[in-house]
């Protein structure tokens, strides 16, 4: 088992699963680059396992993740820096090679909703809300999420989530068919539809893993390299800097356009 973490948690809850549990519940599970790094090596660690089929991903039964950390943001020289370290992390969650299952309960934000997209299933808890609400700070996702919610539940939609900033609850996620299932437990529905999955061939599971994500992802390739550098040029927007002090100050936002 891997060693233990800051913001995170480890356990095995059934054969050949792990599950990972995002874990700074007073920061609504911000994803702050400690976070994504130790969540880099725990599945570094789960791909190179055997006795791992399948991870389960979950902030636990009050809320999935709240998006990255925008106190870290908040220096667009710092947020530059940080910014490749944190790139790197994600590529970790991109390319690994396991079935991954989010369990979400409560908000699914921003990197959040973009972390519970990069999973190959997401189990709904009732209580769901996804959205992507970068907008609202002068930004744009920059995690893949105009592309991976796009594909997921149609441009109409995805526009109403990406421009206004609103969130969907989980029954509509449902019907729009970003998740799965719902469900009142996700985290025990999670383990066992991880646990069903870790009880077929590993092989097999492997390569159906590859084939179904070469239908949804090959065809991203492009948007998500505009994505990536329409984000970096709003890094640098008075509008950017201006979202995110409003947001630490807790009073709404004056945007100018710059
Ligand atoms: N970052 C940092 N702190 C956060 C946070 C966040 N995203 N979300 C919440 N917190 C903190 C709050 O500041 C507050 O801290 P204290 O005031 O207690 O010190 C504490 O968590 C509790 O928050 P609230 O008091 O607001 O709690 P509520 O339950 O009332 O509201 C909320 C929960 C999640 C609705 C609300 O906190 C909220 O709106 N949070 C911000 C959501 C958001 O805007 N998320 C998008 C962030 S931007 C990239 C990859 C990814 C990204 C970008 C680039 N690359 C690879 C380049 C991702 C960007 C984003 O996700």
Known sequence: MAPSYQDLLLDVPAPHVRRVTLNRPAARNALRTQLLQELADALHQADADDDVRCVVLTGGPKVFAAGADIREM?????????????????????????????????????????????????????????????????????????????????????????????????????????????????????????????AHSPLAVRQAKIAVRRAAEDALAGGLAFERQAFADLLMSDDRREGIAAFLEKRAPKFTGR
């Open 74 to 198: 908040a220096e667009p020289q710092v947020a530059a820096e940080l910014g490749e370290k944190r790139r790197a992390c994600w590529q970790v969650v991109r390319d690994f090679s396991k079935p991954l299952v989010a369990a979400v309960h409560g908000y699914c934000l921003g990197g959040g909703n973009e972390l519970a997209m990069l999973c190959d299933i997401i189990v709904a808890g009732e209580d769901a809300q996804f959205g992507q609400p970068e907008i609202r700070l002068g930004m744009i996702p920059g995690a893949g999420g105009t592309q991976r919610l796009t594909a997921a539940i149609g441009k109409a939609r995805a526009m109403h989530i990406i421009l206004t900033g609103e969130t969907i609850n989980a029954r509509n996620a449902l019907a729009a068919g970003l998740v799965s299932e719902v469900t009142a437990d996700a985290g025990t529905r999670a383990v066992v539809v991880a646990a069903k999955i870790a």
